[in-house]
Structures are given as structure tokens and as C-alpha cells.
């Protein structure tokens, strides 16, 4: 390398500096013009020997970095394998970040006439070097690694490396786990969950490596509540990825969870999360099938019970509860379950979505009972079974009759008439609602609810207008549906009235179509 050291950096900072700061796109000429005037191992012996010249040090690495995107750039890291190497053992967190980035350039861009990648990880003992940046690097160095080892997970030769058949080797990530600090820990589970993304087969492997009782051994023993709550987050992300869901039913976590929610002692914090994972995991299509009933009816329970008792005046609680019932409710095997298992549970929801008192929980209680109606259901799944629509219609009309509005039509037109963030969830709720007959009739008996559902100009943001306009169009789409109201007389301003809001779609809004002139004063110097 001595022929590539340099003396003064200057003339190479400033170079550098030009080429990390140009602002479009490198090109491979524009890396191999560049690499003519600073051949890469100079620009490597200048990031070893002269880190501590002022700026050198991280405009070297974000030069690299923009070499190491580009095709050309990837081709030639095969050949710096040791600089990676050192690069990953640097005291600088910087030039960390740098070297897992740049494996996984290396992965990313391998192909068939390329050296092997995997070998090269695997004579050059890379893999327990990015091991140890994710367990001892800052934040940045550890989603690099991270990035690095998901990228390694593709490939299969790669999870060889990272779930090797021996549990007691060194780098297995339950070894690792059991050895490391509650930091390193949480970043090994973070790891694994990412891992499920990769594809189906990497997240059997990993789940068939018993990698998931790492988490579940966390929220199960951990007494320290930062620690369960970082777990539970990572919960919630793996509930995300589609090759998750079909393995977490097959564990303990819902019954974990289940633990958590009904435990009075416990912080709201993880009470509520605890809530909105099971919401969220129980909205996914087809889970119902791969879950065991008892189970759900026991968090259903606990959920149930947060809202019924004094832990319900909770703010955080409650609405954590309220969205996970909308959740469950989404589907329509859910929503039967609530209303003819759970009646109470729907009770409460219906409840805060006509209390104006607690915005925050009316809000979340008017979009739970969207999903529970089957606003975000096709049209043939809205309806449910002859008991739970029986239980859904008396409880709407017994919530009524004890409000000062006295029927479910007051009650429909004064959310209406409230704030815009109400407003936008009581379409939802009615559009999923008006698919019923006596919805249908209610809403008819009130002019003044079509005149808002059907007044374009009642709306000023995109999301309100469609809102507005899906709910007139299900409203309207009903009224044509039921010969009885088609066929009154009395409704004929009502169906004109639907049919020219139908007609003039969600944006439009006639009064204000033409032109109007501006007259103002003119603007003098």
C-alpha cells in the first residue's frame, strides 16, 4: 500500500467531497473516471492513516458509499475483502456503517461469472464481525448489520451460516442471545423478526430454529418495562409481515398478551399496545381459522372487562381497547363473534361513539363501529347471521332511547353535524350500516342527514370528500334496492336529491363551478 499513501489529503478531500456531493446519479464512467485520477486503494490508505486530518474521515466514507452503489463500484469489493474486514473491526462508527454497507452491496450485486459472496463471507469470517456491530455498534452500525444479515438470509447458503445446524455454536442466535447484554438482546429479537420478511422459507427455517421464544421468553420474565415494551413494538412490526402471521398462532403470545391485558398491575402503556397487537394480528384474513377459540374468547374477556370497569376511564386504555374490538370486528367471522358472544362489548363501543364528551374515544369508537358495521368489507360479507344483526339492531335502538335524541336518525345526524375528524368516521360507520333496512329508513326519516351526506361543498380535504361521497353512494345504492321506499311518494325529494349527488361524484360541487373575478387593489412599489 505505500505506493498508494498519501501525503498531503487535500487535493483528495476536495475531489472526494465534489464526487459524494454531486447531486445526480453516479454513473459506472463517471466511478471509473473518478478511480483513474484516485485508485481505490489510495482512497483506503488515506481512510487508514489519516482519519484524524479534519473532515477526511467521513467525506472518504461517503464518497465510498457512492462508488460502492454503483455496478461497477459493487464488482470491485470482492477484490478489498480484507479493507471490508478491518472495516468492520474499525474503532470508528462511521467506518462500520460504511463496511456493512458495503457487504451488502457485495450480496446485492453478486452474480454467476462474480467470486461467490458466501464464500467470501465465509473465508473472511465476516458474518461474526457483523454479528458484533449489531451487538456493540451505535444504532446506525446496527441496522447496517442488520441490513447486511437479512440481505445474507436469501440466499441458501447464507441462513446455513446464520442458523447452523449445531445450537451450541457460537454464532446461532440463541447462543448469542443468552450471552449479550439486554441491549444486544433486544437487537438479536429485532433481527429475527426481520428475518421473517425475507420469504416463507427463511421464516419457517427461523421459526423452526425455536428463534420466537426468545421474544416470548422477554415479555414473560422481563421486569423491566422499557425492555417488554421494546419487545412488544417488535411484536407489532412481526404482525405486519405476511410470513409472521401464520406462525404466531401457533405459539404463546396471544396467551402472553392475553396476560398483560388483564393484569390490573400492569402499565397502561403495555396493557394498551398488548390490546392493539391482538387487534391487529386478529384482523388478518383467515386467522380465525388458525386460532383457538377459547383463547380469543379469553381476550375478548379481557378486553371487555378494561371497558366495564373503572380502567375504562383511562383514556390510552380505552381507546387501545375500542381499536382493538374494531380490529377483531373487521372481519365478518369477528364481528359475528363480538355481536352474539360479546353484545356488552359492542355495547361500550356504541356508547363512546355518541359520548362528545371524550373526543379521542368517540373518534376511535365511530371507526371501530365503521369496521364492525363492514364499511371495509365487499358487499356480499356486510351482513351477518340473523342473531348478531338482531343483537346489533337492539342495541342500537336501546342506546338511542336512552339519549337525549331519542332515536338511531338523531343520533346519526348529531355526529354529522360535529367536527370534521367525526364527521369522516360517521360516514364510514353509516356506510356500512345503511346496507340494513331499518339503517336505511332511519336515515331516510331525516332530510337534513342527505343533505349533509349529500352536500359536496360539506367537505374540504380529499379523504372527507371521498368518505362523503362512499357513504352517499351506499346510501343511495340501498334507497334503489328497497321497492318499498322507491315506491313512497313522500321520499321523491330524498332519491333526487341521492341521484344528483351520485351523479356529480365526490370533488365536484356546482355552486362554484364558474369563474369568479378577483377585484383588489393593485400592489404599488
Same mark, same amino acid.
Given at each position: 500500500?505505500?505506493?498508494?499513501?498519501?501525503?498531503?489529503?487535500?487535493?483528495?478531500?476536495?475531489?472526494?467531497?465534489?464526487?459524494?456531493?454531486?447531486?445526480? #446519479?453516479?454513473?459506472?464512467?463517471?466511478?471509473?473516471?473518478? @478511480?483513474?485520477?484516485?485508485?481505490?486503494?489510495?482512497?483506503?490508505?488515506? @481512510?487508514?492513516?489519516?482519519?484524524?486530518?479534519?473532515?477526511?474521515? !467521513?467525506?472518504?466514507?461517503?464518497?465510498?458509499?457512492?462508488?460502492?452503489?454503483?455496478?461497477?463500484?459493487?464488482?470491485?469489493?470482492?477484490?478489498?475483502?480484507?479493507?471490508?474486514? #478491518?472495516?468492520?473491526?474499525?474503532?470508528?462508527?462511521?467506518?462500520?456503517?460504511?463496511?456493512?454497507?458495503?457487504?451488502?452491496?457485495?450480496?446485492?450485486?453478486?452474480?454467476?461469472?462474480?467470486?461467490?459472496?458466501?464464500?467470501?463471507?465465509?473465508?473472511? /469470517? =465476516?458474518?461474526?464481525?457483523?454479528?458484533?456491530?449489531?451487538?456493540? $455498534?451505535?444504532?446506525?452500525?446496527?441496522?447496517?448489520?442488520?441490513?447486511?444479515?437479512?440481505?445474507?438470509?436469501?440466499?441458501?447458503?447464507?441462513? &446455513? =451460516?446464520?442458523?447452523?445446524?449445531?445450537?451450541?455454536?457460537?454464532?446461532?442466535?440463541?447462543?448469542?442471545?443468552?450471552?449479550?447484554?439486554?441491549? /444486544?438482546?433486544? %437487537?438479536?429479537?429485532?433481527?429475527?423478526?426481520?428475518?421473517?420478511?425475507?420469504?416463507? *422459507?427463511?421464516?419457517?427455517?427461523?421459526?423452526?430454529?425455536?428463534?420466537?421464544?426468545?421474544?416470548?421468553? +422477554?415479555?414473560?420474565?422481563?421486569?423491566?418495562?422499557?425492555?417488554?415494551?421494546?419487545?412488544?413494538?417488535?411484536?407489532?412490526?412481526?404482525?405486519?409481515?405476511?410470513?409472521?402471521?401464520?406462525?404466531?398462532?401457533?405459539?404463546?403470545?396471544?396467551?402472553?398478551?392475553? *396476560?398483560?391485558?388483564?393484569?390490573? *398491575?400492569? +402499565?397502561?402503556? @403495555?396493557?394498551?399496545?398488548?390490546?392493539?397487537?391482538?387487534?391487529?394480528?386478529?384482523?388478518?384474513?383467515?386467522?380465525?381459522? @388458525?386460532?383457538? +377459540?377459547?383463547?380469543?374468547?379469553?381476550?375478548?374477556?379481557?378486553?371487555?372487562?378494561?371497558?366495564?370497569?373503572?380502567?375504562?376511564?383511562?383514556?390510552?386504555?380505552?381507546?387501545?381497547?375500542?381499536?382493538?374490538?374494531?380490529?377483531?370486528?373487521?372481519?365478518?367471522?369477528?364481528?359475528?363473534?363480538?355481536?352474539?358472544?360479546?353484545?356488552?362489548?359492542?355495547?361500550?363501543?356504541?356508547?363512546?361513539?355518541?359520548?362528545?364528551?371524550?373526543? $379521542?374515544?368517540?373518534?376511535?369508537?365511530?371507526?371501530?363501529?365503521?369496521?364492525?358495521?363492514?364499511? /371495509?368489507?365487499?358487499?356480499?360479507?356486510?351482513?351477518?347471521?340473523?342473531?348478531?344483526? &338482531?343483537?346489533? %339492531?337492539?342495541?342500537?335502538?336501546?342506546?338511542?332511547?336512552?339519549? *337525549?335524541?331519542?332515536?338511531?336518525?338523531?343520533?346519526?345526524?348529531?355526529?354529522?353535524?360535529?367536527?370534521?375528524?367525526?364527521?369522516?368516521?360517521?360516514?364510514?360507520?353509516?356506510?356500512?350500516?345503511?346496507? %340494513?333496512?331499518?339503517?336505511?329508513? +332511519?336515515?331516510?326519516?331525516?332530510?337534513?342527514?342527505?343533505?349533509?351526506?349529500?352536500?359536496?361543498?360539506?367537505?374540504?380535504?380529499?379523504?372527507?370528500?371521498?368518505?362523503?361521497?362512499?357513504?352517499?353512494?351506499?346510501?343511495?345504492?340501498?334507497?334503489?334496492?328497497?321497492?318499498?321506499?322507491? $315506491? !313512497?311518494?313522500?321520499?321523491?325529494?330524498?332519491?333526487?336529491?341521492?341521484?344528483?349527488?351520485?351523479?356529480?361524484?365526490?370533488?365536484?360541487?356546482?355552486?362554484?363551478?364558474?369563474?369568479?373575478?378577483?377585484?383588489?387593489?393593485? &400592489?404599488?412599489?
Amino acid at each position: 500500500m505505500e505506493e498508494f499513501s498519501v501525503n498531503d489529503p487535500t487535493r483528495l478531500l476536495q475531489a472526494a467531497a465534489n464526487f459524494a456531493n454531486y447531486p445526480g #446519479v453516479r454513473t459506472d464512467a463517471s466511478v471509473k473516471e473518478f @478511480l483513474d485520477r484516485f485508485p481505490l486503494p489510495a482512497i483506503i490508505n488515506a @481512510l487508514q492513516t489519516k482519519a484524524e486530518f479534519p473532515g477526511l474521515e !467521513d467525506t472518504l466514507v461517503a464518497c465510498l458509499d457512492r462508488i460502492f452503489k454503483t455496478k461497477y463500484g459493487a464488482s470491485l469489493i470482492p477484490h478489498y475483502m480484507p479493507f471490508v474486514q #478491518v472495516g468492520l473491526q474499525a474503532d470508528s462508527q462511521t467506518v462500520r456503517t460504511l463496511a456493512c454497507k458495503t457487504v451488502t452491496r457485495l450480496l446485492q450485486e453478486s452474480d454467476e461469472t462474480a467470486l461467490s459472496p458466501i464464500q467470501l463471507i465465509i473465508d473472511y /469470517g =465476516i458474518y461474526p464481525l457483523l454479528l458484533d456491530c449489531l451487538l456493540n $455498534g451505535n444504532e446506525q452500525v446496527a441496522n447496517s448489520s442488520m441490513d447486511s444479515i437479512k440481505t445474507l438470509a436469501a440466499f441458501p447458503q447464507g441462513m &446455513e =451460516i446464520i442458523i447452523p445446524s449445531n445450537k451450541t455454536e457460537a454464532t446461532h442466535l440463541g447462543t448469542v442471545a443468552s450471552t449479550c447484554s439486554s441491549l /444486544g438482546r433486544v %437487537r438479536v429479537m429485532a433481527l429475527v423478526v426481520k428475518l421473517f420478511s425475507v420469504s416463507s *422459507s427463511v421464516a419457517s427455517a427461523v421459526y423452526n430454529a425455536n428463534l420466537l421464544s426468545l421474544l416470548e421468553s +422477554e415479555i414473560n420474565n422481563s421486569k423491566d418495562t422499557l425492555v417488554t415494551l421494546s419487545v412488544l413494538e417488535l411484536l407489532y412490526e412481526l404482525v405486519e409481515i405476511e410470513h409472521g402471521t401464520k406462525f404466531l398462532p401457533r405459539t404463546s403470545f396471544l396467551q402472553l398478551l392475553g *396476560s398483560i391485558i388483564s393484569n390490573s *398491575s400492569a +402499565e397502561s402503556i @403495555l396493557r394498551s399496545r398488548a390490546m392493539v397487537i391482538c387487534g391487529r394480528l386478529l384482523s388478518k384474513e383467515n386467522i380465525f381459522s @388458525l386460532v383457538d +377459540e377459547s383463547c380469543l374468547r379469553n381476550l375478548i374477556s379481557a378486553v371487555d372487562g378494561i371497558l366495564g370497569s373503572s380502567e375504562g376511564e383511562d383514556v390510552n386504555v380505552s381507546e387501545a381497547a375500542i381499536e382493538a374490538l374494531g380490529q377483531i370486528g373487521s372481519s365478518t367471522w369477528g364481528a359475528t363473534l363480538l355481536l352474539s358472544s360479546f353484545p356488552t362489548c359492542v355495547k361500550h363501543v356504541i356508547y363512546a361513539a355518541f359520548d362528545r364528551h371524550e373526543h $379521542g374515544k368517540q373518534l376511535a369508537a365511530m371507526h371501530a363501529l365503521g369496521n364492525i358495521f363492514g364499511e /371495509g368489507r365487499s358487499e356480499n360479507d356486510i351482513m351477518l347471521n340473523d342473531n348478531a344483526e &338482531e343483537n346489533l %339492531r337492539d342495541l342500537i335502538y336501546q342506546i338511542a332511547s336512552r339519549s *337525549s335524541k331519542m332515536t338511531p336518525s338523531g343520533l346519526f345526524l348529531a355526529v354529522l353535524q360535529q367536527d370534521s375528524e367525526i364527521r369522516l368516521a360517521s360516514y364510514r360507520m353509516i356506510t356500512g350500516l345503511v346496507a %340494513r333496512p331499518w339503517c336505511l329508513t +332511519e336515515i331516510c326519516s331525516k332530510q337534513d342527514i342527505v343533505n349533509i351526506v349529500g352536500d359536496a361543498s360539506s367537505e374540504t380535504t380529499k379523504i372527507g370528500m371521498e368518505a362523503r361521497y362512499n357513504c352517499c353512494l351506499a346510501i343511495h345504492k340501498a334507497f334503489m334496492s328497497s321497492p318499498r321506499l322507491t $315506491g !313512497d311518494p313522500a321520499l321523491a325529494g330524498i332519491a333526487s336529491k341521492l341521484q344528483e349527488a351520485v351523479r356529480n361524484g365526490p370533488y365536484l360541487n356546482r355552486r362554484n363551478v364558474e369563474t369568479q373575478p378577483a377585484i383588489m387593489t393593485a &400592489e404599488r412599489f
